[in-house]
């Protein structure tokens, strides 16, 4: 069964930084696009950051400039580095692993940005 772990989430002053981790495992990780969503309470999950299995990103307009998505295929491991965190960036971040064989899910990450 395919395994998803983030990890990196906490609580940041507006204007932090952190770096979210997902680790994965029992997944031909080349194969998989991944992508990071976000559910902050009340509102539905939207899509953050995604790289497709060759590399090729892909921004929400609001995090364009401040997140950057990255892929280890060795480490099979994916990145999402954040910057210049907004109070609006607080909510539940969520890795995704994408394939034909189907969609799976981690279990979430606390991210809260303070004003």
């Known amino acids: 069964q395919v395994q998803l772990v983030e990890s990196g989430g906490g609580l940041v002053q507006a204007g932090g930084s952190l770096r979210l981790s997902c680790a994965a495992s029992?997944?031909?990780?080349?194969?998989?696009?991944f992508g990071w969503y976000r559910q902050a309470p009340g509102k539905q999950r939207d899509m953050v950051a995604a790289i497709t299995s060759g590399g090729n990103t892909t921004y929400a307009d609001s995090v364009k400039g401040r997140f950057t998505i990255s892929r280890d295929n060795v480490k099979n491991t994916v990145l999402l580095q954040m910057s210049n965190l907004k109070p609006e960036d607080t909510a539940v971040y969520y890795c995704?692993?994408?394939?034909?064989?189907?969609?799976?899910w981690g279990q979430g990450t606390q991210v809260t940005v303070s004003s």
């Open positions: 995704s692993a994408q394939a034909l064989a189907g969609t799976h």
């Open positions: 029992r997944i031909t990780f080349s194969i998989y696009a």
